[in-house]
C-alpha cells in the first residue's frame, strides 16, 4: 500500500522498490513453501498462514508496481535497448525460474530416498553451476552475435561518415554550417576557394561578418533570431539569389540553399553556395542576344527539325503580316509557302545536314498572299549527340534589291548602245 502511495512521486522511488520487492520476497517465499511443502514458508506464529492465492496475487501485484513506471529507478536498467538491458532480461528470469525448479525436483526425489540430503546439496550446486554456466554461455553467443551487428553498424557508419567527408571536401559548391549563433563551424574546400578564406580564419567566427556584404548583415542576423523564436523561416529550404563578399571585399552573385540539420538538440544550420557570376554574364549575353534578335529588321525565323515555327521575331511580323501567336506551334512551309529558287527543298535539306549552313533565295508570301523575293541565309542546330533539333533562318527582302539590279541593267545597256553610237559617228 505504501508503495502505490508514492507511485507517482519521483524522488520517493526508492521506497517504492523497496517496498515492492519486500512484498515480492515475502510472498515468493510464501509460494516456495507451498511448492517444496515447507509450512514454515508461508506460517509466521502466532499468525495464520498466507493462502497460496493471496501469496501469487500479492506477487503479480508487487511485479506490476515495479513495472507501472519502466523508465524510473531499477526498471530503466531493465527496459533499456542497451545490451546491459538486454542481458538483464535474458538472465533474470533464468535466475529465478531455474533455483525453484532445480530445488523442486531435487528434494522431490531426496523425499522418495533416491539418495540422502548431502548427496543432494552436492547434486543440487553441481545441477546449479551447470545450469547457469549454459545460460551465461547462451546469453554470451547472443550478445556476441549482437555485437558483430554493432560493430558491423559501426563500420558502415564510419564508411557513410567518410564517403560524406569526401563529398563534402570534393564538392564543387561551398559547404558552410554554422551553429544557432550563427559561427562558423565548417568550411569545405569550395567554400575557401569561392571566398577567398583559409578554413583556421573562418572557424569560430560569424559568418555574417565573413561572406555577407554589410548592408545585407543585419537582415540577416534578424531572420536567423527570427528563426529561432518562432520556427518560422522564409528561405529555409528554398533556392534563392543573394549578393556575397570575398575576402577581399569584392561582391558577386551567389545562388544560396540553406537547410537546418535535424536530430540536433541545438539548432545547426547548413548553407550550400554557388558562384553564378559567369551564368549571370551567359543570361546577360543571351539577353542581348535576344534583343537584337527581337530588333533587327531581318526576319528571324526558328523552327524544328518537323519545320514546326519556334521563333517569330518582331521583324518577321512586320514582314510577313503575322503575329507570334498567329504562327507558333504551326508549320512554317503552310505559313510561308516558299519556293525555292535554282534547286530544290532536299536539296536544301541534305546541304544543310551535312555542312550546316545554306544561304539562297526563296519565294515567300505574306499575310494577304503577297510573294516576296527573299535572300535567307540558314543554319542547322544540333543536340550533345549531333543530332538535327531544329533551324534557325534570317529572311531578307531583295526586291528592292532586284529593283536596283534591273535599273543598273537599264543603264549598262543603254551607256552600251551610246558607246556604240559614239564609235559609229567616229568611223563616219
Request: overall charge neutral.
Amino acid at each position: 500500500g505504501l508503495a502505490l502511495l508514492t507511485l507517482n512521486l519521483r524522488p520517493y522511488r526508492w521506497l517504492v522498490e523497496t517496498c515492492s520487492i519486500m512484498a515480492l520476497l515475502v510472498s515468493v517465499l510464501a509460494l516456495m513453501g507451498y511448492a517444496y511443502g515447507v509450512s514454515a514458508l508461508y506460517q509466521f506464529f502466532p499468525f495464520s498462514s498466507i493462502a497460496i492465492h493471496t501469496a501469487l496475487t500479492f506477487s503479480i501485484l508487487s511485479v506490476g508496481i515495479l513495472f507501472a513506471r519502466p523508465d524510473q529507478g531499477l526498471m530503466k536498467i531493465f527496459s533499456s535497448d542497451n545490451l546491459g538491458g538486454v542481458m538483464l532480461r535474458r538472465l533474470i528470469p533464468g535466475a529465478i525460474v531455474l533455483p525453484i525448479a532445480l530445488g523442486w525436483l531435487l528434494l522431490r526425489e531426496q523425499r522418495i530416498g533416491l539418495y540422502d540430503s548431502t548427496f543432494g546439496l552436492v547434486l543440487y550446486a553441481l545441477s546449479m553451476i551447470i545450469a547457469f554456466t549454459i545460460l551465461i554461455w547462451w546469453n554470451s553467443s547472443l550478445l556476441q552475435r549482437a555485437e558483430m551487428v554493432r560493430q558491423q553498424a559501426l563500420l558502415q557508419l564510419s564508411e557513410s561518415k567518410e564517403r560524406e567527408a569526401a563529398i563534402l571536401y570534393s564538392s564543387l559548391d561551398a559547404v558552410i554550417t554554422i551553429d544557432r549563433e550563427g559561427r562558423v563551424l565548417e568550411f569545405n574546400p569550395a567554400a575557401q576557394k569561392i571566398f577567398g578564406y583559409n578554413q583556421a580564419d573562418v572557424l569560430g567566427r560569424e559568418m555574417s561578418e565573413l561572406i555577407i556584404p554589410p548592408d545585407l548583415r543585419e537582415r540577416h542576423r534578424q531572420g536567423l533570431a527570427k528563426y529561432l523564436a518562432t520556427g518560422q523561416g522564409t528561405v529555409l529550404g528554398k533556392r534563392i539569389e543573394f549578393t556575397g563578399m570575398r575576402a577581399d571585399g569584392t561582391e558577386f552573385p551567389v545562388e544560396l540553399t540553406i537547410t537546418r540539420i535535424t536530430g540536433l538538440e541545438h539548432a545547426m544550420f547548413t548553407g550550400f553556395v554557388r558562384d553564378i557570376t559567369h551564368r549571370k554574364q551567359a543570361e546577360e549575353k543571351i539577353a542581348y542576344q535576344a534583343y537584337l534578335l527581337e530588333n533587327v529588321n531581318d526576319a528571324v525565323i526558328g523552327s524544328d527539325e518537323n519545320s514546326i515555327i519556334r521563333f517569330w521575331n518582331t521583324g518577321a511580323e512586320r514582314m510577313f503580316g503575322w503575329t507570334s501567336e498567329e504562327v507558333v506551334g504551326h508549320s512554317g512551309r503552310e505559313i510561308l509557302r516558299s519556293e525555292i529558287l535554282h534547286t530544290n527543298r532536299q536539296t536544301v535539306l541534305k546541304i544543310l545536314a551535312e555542312t550546316g549552313r545554306w544561304n539562297g533565295e526563296s519565294i515567300q508570301y505574306r499575310k494577304d498572299g503577297t510573294p516576296i523575293t527573299m535572300d535567307v541565309s540558314t543554319i542547322t542546330l544540333r543536340d550533345i549527340n549531333d543530332q538535327i533539333t531544329g533551324y534557325v533562318s534570317v529572311c531578307r527582302d531583295i526586291a528592292d534589291r532586284r529593283l536596283a539590279e534591273k535599273e543598273l541593267h537599264k543603264i549598262a545597256v543603254r551607256t552600251q548602245a551610246l558607246a556604240d553610237i559614239s564609235q559609229a559617228l567616229a568611223a563616219v
